[in-house]
């Protein structure tokens, strides 16, 4: 069947930190004789968001009690931290997340987004955005400058479930007025983005930016420009 239509993840997908989660980390824990890689931060964050993503399939973090957000987070801090081998208490971690949380950054999209976003655009395909984020679409849309481009944005906060949860992608499939098996959904990670997309009946692309999936074997990319080559040369 004709691919009419392609999503997004936001996070790690069409936008990142800045500056670079390196360098707020390693602003914050060498206070503490803490010194780290960008190489560990990197496989730190990996675990860090694979253990989010899998803390929302059973309860959202978004739901949880101010309690249980910090040991989350403290959790959270301790994975990104042993990327660089560094066994650092809970307690400690949640001291260095809430530092962390008063350092000033920004999230900005990455150089490919729009070039990519025009692309598919007049090419005529449907765009969407699907992110747990606790917004509505339309402020997430207008934070990014992303309105013109994509045609919905679907937050958790509108769905009330989080990714990986089916109904979100039924959700933005509805907006769209589109069958799942029409829809290519593209995020960078395994658990939210792509097994929740391919439990949704949509294909799965992979965005794998920094590589870290070095064992991956279904389709994947590692930035948008590869990902409309892609799309070109398996579905057209």
Do not use: W
């Not at 560094?86 to 490919?112: A, G, H, R, T």
């Not at 959700?171 to 960078?188: F, H, M, Q």
């Amino acid at each position: 069947m004709k691919i009419k239509a392609v999503l997004f993840d936001l996070y790690g997908t069409l936008a990142g930190f800045e500056p670079p989660r390196f360098l707020i980390q390693s602003q914050v824990v060498k206070k503490y004789n803490l010194f780290l890689t960008q190489q560990g931060v990197s496989k730190g964050y990996f675990l860090a968001d694979k253990f989010m993503a899998e803390q929302n399939a059973v309860k959202p973090v978004r739901s949880m009690n101010q309690i249980e957000k910090e040991n989350f987070f403290a959790r959270y801090e301790q994975l990104v931290l042993s990327g660089d081998g560094l066994d650092v208490n809970l307690d400690l971690c949640k001291k260095i997340f809430k530092e962390l949380q008063q350092v000033p950054y920004s999230m900005v999209l990455y150089s490919d987004v729009i070039d990519s976003l025009i692309k598919l655009k007049s090419l005529n395909f449907k765009l969407g955005l699907i992110s747990n984020m606790d917004k509505l679409g339309t402020e997430l849309l207008d934070e990014f400058k992303l309105s013109e481009y994509m045609d919905i944005c679907v937050t958790s906060k509108e769905a009330n479930v989080e990714k990986p949860d089916p109904q979100i992608f039924n959700l933005a499939l509805s907006k769209l007025n589109i069958k799942p098996e029409e829809a290519i959904y593209v995020g960078d990670q395994i658990l939210s983005d792509v097994e929740g997309a391919s439990n949704a009946g949509m294909t799965p692309v992979l965005l794998d930016r920094e590589n870290s999936h070095v064992n991956y074997e279904n389709l994947k990319v590692t930035n948008l420009e590869d990902f409309i080559r892609l799309l070109f040369a398996q579905y057209n």
